[in-house]
């Protein structure tokens, strides 16, 4: 994991209000918090933060050095951002960590190279873009980067194949599906849609090879003319 510095300030209001004066004001509130040490109330400069996030990503190693002289080995533990505005941040949180103890932390994902099964129409999913590693800080990467141009339709790649160290620790579920590529939506509506019709001459024939029962009332016409003989 990389290590970078950033620079914040300690801050001494709080509540909804001051947040959203702070960010007019080209500031991100933030918190720092864990190792059974007092929770610090902080500010950012968006600008920075912005600039920082671009250079570093969010799994870094952060040298946190605050306004008032203290610095702090930090990592990200939450980012939220705008909903609409994705450059727009919200709120951070940063943990405090020891580069002796393992941390627990979300490393993206990156696919690279072009599916096989692309040229021939299929659709490549990314459901997983994320994996959860539990490692000292320093082993932790800053990124896992897979390669799929092998992967034709129905081919997938789980949490399973990937490859660490064994002091790499993945949390995920091994099952699950990290990429995949799946047939086209239109040609599985056609062949849906062929199955039902399928199923449907099938149902025809059937109903044609069914013996046709003799007119009940018919007979029981019959057997009242008899009676009346």
Not at 131 to 160: A, E, K
């Amino acid at each position: 994991m990389l290590q970078a510095k950033l620079e914040v300030q300690q801050r001494n209001t709080f509540g909804k209000q001051s947040a959203r004066d702070l960010r007019k004001e080209g500031g991100v509130p933030a918190v720092l918090y864990g190792r059974a040490q007092d929770t610090v109330s902080i500010q950012i400069d968006a600008r920075s933060f912005r600039q920082f996030l671009r250079t570093y990503g969010e799994n870094v190693i952060i040298n946190m050095e605050i306004g008032n002289g203290d610095t702090e080995t930090v990592i990200i533990k939450e980012i939220q951002r705008h909903p609409v505005e994705k450059q727009k941040l919200i709120h951070a949180d940063f943990i405090r960590i020891s580069l002796d103890e393992p941390v627990t932390s979300a490393v993206p994902v990156v696919l690279e190279g072009t599916p096989q099964g692309i040229q021939e129409g299929g659709v490549l999913e990314f459901p997983l873009r994320q994996i959860t590693i539990y490692c000292l800080p320093m082993r932790m990467p800053t990124d896992i980067s897979i390669d799929v141009s092998g992967l034709d339709i129905g081919d997938s790649i789980h949490v399973s194949d990937l490859s660490f160290d064994e002091d790499i620790e993945i949390l995920d579920d091994l099952e699950r599906t990290i990429a995949t590529v799946s047939q086209p939506r239109v040609q599985l509506e056609e062949e849906t849609t062929e199955a039902e019709d399928g199923e449907g001459e099938e149902a025809e024939a059937d109903a044609e090879e069914q013996p046709t029962e003799p007119e009940i009332i018919s007979r029981r016409r019959d057997d009242d003319d008899e009676d009346d003989e």
